[in-house]
């Protein structure tokens, strides 16, 4: 006899079940158990993915949930009486599809209707959702359980005879087969009511971990989610037996009731849902006069094409679009592509800007002609076969990017047209990362946040290389030393490891969305999550699917991604700004891919803002393949990936562009496929054009090909490649070469790259490059307002406009919008939504009265203006710390001093305004006194603040400079000393590095292997900022010598170790501050002569007197030069203070250009 578990709980019972579904399935086929419920508490994340797997191991599942049911009305949210219950538990079991349906509304209505603590149903709603639900009365936590805990038979009979006359021969009393107090006297309890009422009794375990030995590792999971102590005796504790029980362990309990065992076998026999292979698609409403979505598909289809390409249509054009009209219509897919289109539509007919094209979409001539890309398939020979394959149809995919900012419109135009209740976001799990496991666990252990975190450091954790905590403890000296020899360590990586890769909390996925033929709980489960997590305030809670992206494709619902491109934004800003400048609005759309300016400043290396191109190895590729074209661009978006850069197609792509090794074909029949990638395999549509070209296959065949290899699948690979062979050489072509592109198509293609998408983002990012070197003050003043709120690149593109010639100007409370905005030839007003401390509100007060009552007069003036309701102290004080009112009369000492004084006038006269009392004088009289107080008021006599106090303040409000630079009078040491710029730190090198920058943030750290402190530092130059590390010897040495904003020169360099490594940590080994260099003799002051010029007589006693008014260690110099010769001659009677008064002196008599530091 076997047994079957009817209440287990997944991983999906977050952090409070261990159980992942694989591993209950493998158990389920050790103990030789048929069948399999998971029950998780009050959801069915894992339903689909559990009947999934369980079905391929011939393992029947049984799709449950542990209901919270509410002990009154589920719409009631009122606080329980004390010691009153808020919920009870209910396990419920799917035995049908009508079963399934119900379970999947109550799941959805207990989030959307019942949730108050937990998601809860009621007595109602089981009552309403009954049919084909198999119910059991669950744990100690059950209604039944609890009454009869208490003592309360009369109401435990009431509740299971309630349940039983609902659900007639499908309810049962539940026992458990473990320790947990209390259990044994509810399982005796049990088998009295059982037996007095009738009813069957079922036995289960409420497993929450697999083994005996897992309950160690759930006790920690427990109190992660209770965010409890693990010492702490008062917290919840589970029992050790709540385990994946063997049918003897079950058995031995229950030694008189073979029934208990023999029910759970009987209902597993009972279960039957099955899931067909159906696509739940919402019907596209249909115009007046139009009978179906396929007529309707074709004319606009149709009405598009002629549209792009004029009438009558080219016969290429024709054949093309009645091709893929052909194959959407044979697949059924008219409303789909219906669909999409028509919210595209709306988001451009709303002014919403809207991507040219993501992913294999771009290849469908359909969605070029109806709009929903923007790139033309035939231009760039993308195929619609790598999109809609007849030879292996599944639901087409488009994904679109919106505009970040308003992409919600879009979402929100959606549910307006199909319901609410149809359209929802999806689900998704925020994992224990292995980093995430060692800090959760740390913390329930006892361990200190510094300890975890210095812990969780060692594991690698990059894009293209992270290790598990396994494979850590194998792979990393300092993890297995602490894991060998400290056993607190050894304790936490062991909890940690088992542990890491469950669920930890829900959230929204980034993009997706939902659209059903009906209320989406008709189809698949629901819940509520805050509004936050989808781009919302939080205060609000909004529907999500439960299953995740994966589940619901299977599950045949129309799912898409809703993505927000902050790249789009940024060009629609500025492209805004040249139309409020210029009167014209620029087409970006009808330009050509040609512009030799474009071209020029990438092969410069000048790619900072360029959309997918600002990484350094991006930007040093485009340079290295000297990019003059859009080809290039394409090919750099697909092979600026792990696995083309892993085996070096880059590298060969770039020596055949430069002509250092020759390109290749090993047919001639490949070169006109290869051609535009250097004879380098790069796109995965270049795999099904050799597969076509030399196979003689169909492009629908080859993408079947294509798909093998991209797989992985060894075998699938094989089979498909054989086939390929063979047609090949049936076509003539030599076995032995055919095999060798075989082999190149495997490993190659592996890696190729979906060219439409490719194709698609390149001229994203081209359109970001044209308008960065056709029109650059628009394009970094839209650049910087898309980084509002991220200081680290602001300082990034501050630096870089600066750089390009643009002067980025301190906010103003009478130029500044919310935004960066440009203000003149090559200049850009800072915005006010940038400085810190000001909110939105604050900003809109400005600009409203601003633009109400014409430009700010005066301090006082300005604080009497602006509505006080939104600007408080600390707004005035930041918008004064940031220069923003250097332009009303006064300095930033004076207006803070006044600022008390100054809100006072102000507050008494809006609350006047407020109350309607004027002065008895009449309405002119009220204004013209009311107002009188801003002229009456003075400013304070006291002295500016210095620059460097100036600039702290700046800095702290801002988080970066703006009016000026600590480093800005050492600019010409930065020049001599540095080898590096701050902002090119990343990129592994062997040599030593100099940086001249200032120290904007120290962090000390205690080193957990020495005890000894080591610090982390932040460094700022003109260029940009990063964090750099100073370990403990180093840091003993040179800690004095570190102060914040003070000039320095940084010398260090990268460890070996690092070498290969995405982002390398920059070690410092030395610091110097650079004013030491201006009297230690190693500078000296060089006055450059145009050829033919010398210095007039007076012009010379001039700089003699200057020299002598400053002696000190910098020698004087001459210099000469034209184009046949140079000189340079050192006064060995003149040594000048190289300091920052004598450079004006000097630059005053003989011109700014003329005079500048050098190395002595």
Same mark, same amino acid.
């Given at each position: 006899?076997?047994?079957?578990?009817?209440?287990?709980?997944?991983?999906?019972?977050?952090?409070?079940?261990?159980?992942?579904?694989?591993?209950?399935?493998?158990?389920?086929?050790?103990?030789?158990?048929?069948?399999?419920?998971?029950?998780?508490?009050?959801?069915?994340?894992?339903?689909?993915?559990?009947?999934?797997?369980?079905?391929?191991?011939?393992?029947?599942?049984?799709?449950?949930?542990?209901?919270?049911?509410?002990?009154?009305?589920?719409?009631?949210?009122?606080?329980?009486?004390?010691?009153?219950?808020?919920?009870?538990?209910?396990?419920?079991?799917?035995?049908?599809?009508?079963?399934?349906?119900?379970?999947?509304?109550?799941?959805?209505?207990?989030?959307?209707?019942?949730?108050?603590?937990?998601?809860?149903?009621?007595?109602?709603?089981?009552?309403?959702?009954?049919?084909?639900?198999?119910?059991?009365?669950?744990?100690?936590?059950?209604?039944?359980?609890?009454?009869?805990?208490?003592?309360?038979?009369?109401?435990?009979?009431?509740?299971?005879?309630?349940?039983?006359?609902?659900?007639?021969?499908?309810?049962?009393?539940?026992?458990?087969?473990?320790?947990?107090?209390?259990?044994?006297?509810?399982?005796?309890?049990?088998?009295?009511?059982?037996?007095?009422?009738?009813?069957?009794?079922?036995?289960?375990?409420?497993?929450?971990?697999?083994?005996?030995?897992?309950?160690?590792?759930?006790?920690?999971?427990?109190?992660?989610?209770?965010?409890?102590?693990?010492?702490?005796?008062?917290?919840?504790?589970?029992?050790?037996?709540?385990?994946?029980?063997?049918?003897?362990?079950?058995?031995?309990?229950?030694?008189?009731?073979?029934?208990?065992?023999?029910?759970?076998?009987?209902?597993?026999?009972?279960?039957?849902?099955?899931?067909?292979?159906?696509?739940?698609?919402?019907?596209?409403?249909?115009?007046?006069?139009?009978?179906?979505?396929?007529?309707?598909?074709?004319?606009?289809?149709?009405?598009?094409?002629?549209?792009?390409?004029?009438?009558?249509?080219?016969?290429?054009?024709?054949?093309?679009?009645?091709?893929?009209?052909?194959?959407?219509?044979?697949?059924?897919?008219?409303?789909?592509?219906?669909?999409?289109?028509?919210?595209?539509?709306?988001?451009?007919?709303?002014?919403?800007?809207?991507?040219?094209?993501?992913?294999?979409?771009?290849?469908?001539?359909?969605?070029?002609?109806?709009?929903?890309?923007?790139?033309?398939?035939?231009?760039?020979?993308?195929?619609?076969?790598?999109?809609?394959?007849?030879?292996?149809?599944?639901?087409?995919?488009?994904?679109?990017?919106?505009?970040?900012?308003?992409?919600?419109?879009?979402?929100?135009?959606?549910?307006?047209?199909?319901?609410?209740?149809?359209?929802?976001?999806?689900?998704?799990?925020?994992?224990?990362?292995?980093?995430?496991?060692?800090?959760?666990?740390?913390?329930?252990?006892?361990?200190?946040?510094?300890?975890?975190?210095?812990?969780?450091?060692?594991?690698?954790?990059?894009?293209?290389?992270?290790?598990?905590?396994?494979?850590?403890?194998?792979?990393?000296?300092?993890?297995?030393?602490?894991?060998?020899?400290?056993?607190?360590?050894?304790?936490?990586?062991?909890?940690?490891?088992?542990?890491?890769?469950?669920?930890?909390?829900?959230?929204?996925?980034?993009?997706?969305?939902?659209?059903?033929?009906?209320?989406?709980?008709?189809?698949?489960?629901?819940?509520?999550?805050?509004?936050?997590?989808?781009?919302?305030?939080?205060?609000?809670?909004?529907?999500?699917?439960?299953?995740?992206?994966?589940?619901?494709?299977?599950?045949?619902?129309?799912?898409?991604?809703?993505?927000?491109?902050?790249?789009?934004?940024?060009?629609?800003?500025?492209?805004?700004?040249?139309?409020?400048?210029?009167?014209?609005?620029?087409?970006?759309?009808?330009?050509?891919?040609?512009?030799?300016?474009?071209?020029?400043?990438?092969?410069?290396?000048?790619?900072?803002?360029?959309?997918?191109?600002?990484?350094?190895?991006?930007?040093?590729?485009?340079?290295?393949?000297?990019?003059?074209?859009?080809?290039?661009?394409?090919?750099?978006?697909?092979?600026?990936?792990?696995?083309?850069?892993?085996?070096?197609?880059?590298?060969?792509?770039?020596?055949?562009?430069?002509?250092?090794?020759?390109?290749?074909?090993?047919?001639?029949?490949?070169?006109?496929?290869?051609?535009?990638?250097?004879?380098?395999?790069?796109?995965?549509?270049?795999?099904?054009?050799?597969?076509?070209?030399?196979?003689?296959?169909?492009?629908?065949?080859?993408?079947?090909?294509?798909?093998?290899?991209?797989?992985?699948?060894?075998?699938?690979?094989?089979?498909?490649?054989?086939?390929?062979?063979?047609?090949?050489?049936?076509?003539?072509?030599?076995?032995?070469?055919?095999?060798?592109?075989?082999?190149?198509?495997?490993?190659?293609?592996?890696?190729?790259?979906?060219?439409?998408?490719?194709?698609?983002?390149?001229?994203?990012?081209?359109?970001?490059?044209?308008?960065?070197?056709?029109?650059?003050?628009?394009?970094?003043?839209?650049?910087?307002?898309?980084?509002?709120?991220?200081?680290?690149?602001?300082?990034?593109?501050?630096?870089?406009?600066?750089?390009?010639?643009?002067?980025?100007?301190?906010?103003?409370?009478?130029?500044?919008?919310?935004?960066?905005?440009?203000?003149?030839?090559?200049?850009?007003?800072?915005?006010?939504?940038?400085?810190?401390?000001?909110?939105?509100?604050?900003?809109?007060?400005?600009?409203?009265?601003?633009?109400?009552?014409?430009?700010?007069?005066?301090?006082?003036?300005?604080?009497?203006?602006?509505?006080?309701?939104?600007?408080?102290?600390?707004?005035?004080?930041?918008?004064?710390?940031?220069?923003?009112?250097?332009?009303?009369?006064?300095?930033?000492?004076?207006?803070?001093?006044?600022?008390?004084?100054?809100?006072?006038?102000?507050?008494?006269?809006?609350?006047?305004?407020?109350?309607?009392?004027?002065?008895?004088?009449?309405?002119?009289?009220? *204004?013209?006194? =009311?107002? #009188?107080? +801003?002229? &009456?008021?003075?400013? !304070?006599? $006291?002295?500016?603040?210095?620059? /460097?106090? %100036?600039?702290?303040?700046?800095?702290?409000?801002?988080?970066?400079?703006?009016?000026?630079?600590?480093?800005?009078?050492?600019?010409?040491?930065?020049?001599?000393?540095?080898?590096?710029?701050?902002?090119?730190?990343?990129?592994?090198?062997?040599?030593?590095?100099?940086?001249?920058?200032?120290?904007?943030?120290?962090?000390?750290?205690?080193?957990?292997?020495?005890?000894?402190?080591?610090?982390?530092?932040?460094?700022?130059?003109?260029?940009?900022?990063?964090?750099?590390?100073?370990?403990?010897? *180093?840091?003993? =040495?040179? #800690?004095? +010598?570190? &102060?914040?904003?003070? !000039?320095? $020169?940084?010398?260090?360099?990268? /460890?070996? %170790?690092?070498?290969?490594?995405?982002?390398?940590?920059?070690?410092?080994?030395?610091?110097?501050?650079?004013?030491?260099?201006?009297?230690?003799?190693?500078?000296?002051?060089?006055?450059?002569?145009?050829?033919?010029?010398?210095?007039?007589?007076?012009?010379?006693?001039?700089?003699?007197?200057?020299?002598?008014?400053?002696?000190?260690?910098?020698?004087?110099?001459?210099?000469?030069?034209?184009?046949?010769?140079?000189?340079?001659?050192?006064?060995?009677?003149?040594?000048?203070?190289?300091?920052? *008064?004598?450079? =004006?002196?000097?630059? +005053?008599?003989?011109?700014?250009?003329?005079?500048?530091?050098?190395?002595?």
């Amino acid at each position: 006899m076997s047994f079957v578990h009817l209440h287990c709980h997944s991983e999906y019972s977050l952090l409070d079940g261990a159980n992942r579904i694989d591993d209950l399935i493998r158990r389920a086929l050790e103990l030789e158990q048929p069948a399999l419920a998971v029950t998780d508490h009050g959801n069915l994340h894992a339903a689909w993915e559990f009947q999934e797997k369980a079905k391929k191991a011939k393992i029947k599942p049984i799709l449950g949930m542990e209901a919270y049911v509410a002990p009154g009305s589920r719409l009631d949210r009122s606080r329980p009486a004390p010691g009153a219950k808020p919920y009870f538990h209910l396990v419920l079991l799917a035995r049908d599809a009508v079963g399934y349906k119900n379970l999947v509304k109550l799941s959805s209505l207990a989030f959307t209707e019942g949730f108050y603590v937990k998601p809860r149903v009621d007595r109602e709603l089981l009552a309403a959702h009954s049919e084909g639900l198999i119910v059991s009365s669950a744990c100690l936590a059950g209604e039944v359980a609890g009454h009869l805990m208490d003592d309360r038979w009369d109401a435990a009979r009431e509740a299971a005879e309630w349940y039983a006359n609902v659900f007639k021969d499908r309810y049962y009393l539940e026992v458990q087969a473990h320790d947990s107090e209390g259990q044994a006297q509810l399982n005796e309890r049990i088998f009295r009511l059982g037996n007095e009422l009738g009813l069957p009794v079922i036995a289960t375990n409420d497993a929450h971990f697999l083994k005996r030995e897992d309950h160690d590792a759930h006790d920690v999971l427990l109190c992660i989610g209770l965010g409890a102590d693990r010492e702490d005796a008062k917290r919840m504790h589970y029992d050790r037996g709540l385990y994946f029980k063997t049918h003897a362990e079950i058995a031995e309990r229950f030694p008189a009731r073979a029934d208990v065992l023999e029910n759970t076998l009987r209902i597993a026999d009972e279960v039957d849902v099955q899931f067909g292979k159906k696509y739940h698609v919402p019907s596209f409403p249909l115009p007046q006069g139009v009978a179906t979505e396929n007529d309707l598909l074709v004319k606009l289809a149709r009405d598009g094409a002629v549209a792009r390409y004029g009438d009558p249509l080219p016969k290429e054009v024709q054949e093309r679009l009645d091709y893929e009209l052909g194959v959407i219509l044979q697949t059924g897919y008219s409303g789909y592509f219906l669909i999409v289109a028509d919210f595209i539509k709306a988001a451009r007919d709303r002014g919403i800007p809207v991507g040219p094209g993501r992913g294999s979409a771009a290849g469908s001539l359909v969605a070029y002609a109806l709009g929903i890309t923007n790139v033309c398939p035939l231009k760039f020979d993308l195929l619609f076969e790598r999109f809609l394959n007849p030879e292996r149809v599944s639901m087409p995919d488009v994904d679109v990017d919106f505009c970040f900012e308003r992409r919600g419109e879009v979402i929100d135009y959606v549910r307006q047209k199909y319901g609410k209740e149809s359209v929802c976001q999806i689900v998704t799990f925020g994992t224990m990362k292995s980093r995430a496991a060692i800090k959760d666990v740390g913390r329930v252990l006892g361990f200190t946040p510094a300890e975890t975190d210095q812990l969780a450091k060692l594991i690698p954790n990059q894009p293209n290389f992270s290790l598990t905590i396994a494979e850590a403890i194998e792979q990393v000296p300092d993890v297995a030393r602490l894991y060998k020899t400290e056993p607190r360590y050894t304790e936490l990586l062991d909890y940690a490891k088992a542990l890491e890769g469950l669920s930890r909390h829900t959230g929204v996925h980034a993009a997706g969305v939902v659209i059903a033929p009906g209320p989406v709980s008709d189809f698949v489960p629901v819940c509520t999550q805050s509004s936050k997590g989808a781009g919302g305030d939080g205060d609000e809670k909004i529907t999500v699917a439960q299953y995740d992206m994966n589940c619901l494709e299977k599950a045949g619902m129309l799912k898409m991604d809703f993505l927000g491109l902050t790249t789009l934004t940024v060009i629609h800003d500025a492209l805004k700004s040249i139309e409020a400048r210029t009167g014209q609005w620029l087409d970006l759309d009808a330009m050509e891919f040609d512009d030799p300016k474009t071209y020029q400043m990438l092969r410069s290396g000048r790619t900072a803002g360029v959309f997918q191109f600002e990484s350094p190895l991006a930007t040093d590729v485009l340079r290295q393949m000297r990019c003059d074209r859009f080809d290039d661009l394409v090919a750099s978006n697909a092979l600026l990936r792990p696995g083309p850069l892993d085996t070096g197609m880059h590298k060969v792509y770039i020596k055949r562009k430069r002509g250092e090794e020759p390109v290749t074909y090993q047919l001639p029949e490949m070169e006109p496929i290869l051609r535009e990638t250097q004879g380098v395999i790069t796109y995965q549509e270049q795999v099904m054009r050799i597969a076509q070209t030399l196979a003689g296959i169909s492009l629908a065949e080859a993408d079947v090909l294509r798909k093998a290899v991209g797989k992985k699948d060894a075998e699938l690979i094989r089979q498909e490649l054989g086939k390929f062979i063979e047609k090949a050489v049936a076509k003539g072509h030599d076995r032995v070469v055919i095999e060798d592109i075989a082999g190149q198509i495997e490993t190659f293609g592996r890696y190729g790259f979906n060219k439409s998408h490719s194709v698609a983002y390149s001229v994203v990012s081209y359109h970001t490059a044209w308008l960065k070197a056709n029109y650059p003050a628009d394009f970094m003043a839209a650049l910087l307002s898309s980084c509002i709120g991220k200081t680290e690149d602001v300082v990034k593109y501050i630096a870089e406009a600066r750089e390009m010639g643009i002067e980025v100007l301190p906010p103003d409370v009478n130029e500044s919008g919310y935004k960066f905005t440009v203000v003149g030839e090559n200049r850009i007003r800072f915005g006010l939504g940038a400085v810190r401390n000001v909110g939105e509100g604050a900003v809109q007060s400005v600009l409203a009265s601003r633009a109400e009552g014409g430009a700010y007069t005066s301090f006082f003036d300005f604080v009497e203006r602006v509505d006080l309701r939104a600007c408080n102290k600390r707004v005035f004080e930041a918008l004064v710390c940031a220069g923003a009112l250097d332009g009303l009369g006064g300095h930033r000492a004076q207006y803070l001093a006044a600022l008390d004084t100054a809100i006072s006038a102000a507050s008494l006269k809006q609350d006047e305004e407020q109350r309607g009392v004027l002065s008895l004088f009449g309405e002119a009289a009220a *204004a013209d006194d =009311a107002g #009188s107080s +801003a002229h &009456k008021l003075t400013l !304070p006599n $006291l002295p500016a603040w210095s620059e /460097s106090d %100036r600039l702290t303040r700046e800095k702290e409000i801002l988080g970066f400079y703006v009016s000026g630079h600590p480093l800005e009078p050492f600019r010409a040491e930065a020049e001599i000393f540095a080898t590096h710029k701050v902002a090119e730190l990343g990129a592994w090198t062997p040599e030593p590095i100099t940086l001249a920058c200032v120290v904007t943030a120290v962090k000390k750290q205690i080193s957990k292997r020495s005890g000894a402190e080591f610090a982390r530092l932040t460094l700022e130059d003109f260029s940009g900022s990063s964090e750099v590390l100073v370990f403990p010897e *180093a840091w003993s =040495a040179l #800690s004095d +010598a570190v &102060k914040t904003d003070v !000039p320095v $020169l940084v010398e260090g360099g990268y /460890s070996k %170790r690092d070498q290969g490594a995405e982002s390398p940590t920059f070690i410092v080994e030395k610091v110097t501050r650079l004013a030491e260099k201006r009297v230690g003799g190693q500078v000296a002051i060089a006055i450059e002569l145009a050829p033919g010029a010398g210095l007039a007589p007076g012009v010379m006693r001039d700089v003699r007197a200057t020299c002598d008014a400053y002696p000190g260690s910098a020698p004087l110099e001459l210099r000469w030069r034209d184009s046949r010769a140079s000189a340079r001659f050192r006064s060995r009677s003149l040594s000048v203070a190289p300091s920052n *008064a004598v450079l =004006a002196e000097l630059r +005053a008599l003989l011109g700014d250009e003329r005079v500048r530091l050098v190395r002595a």
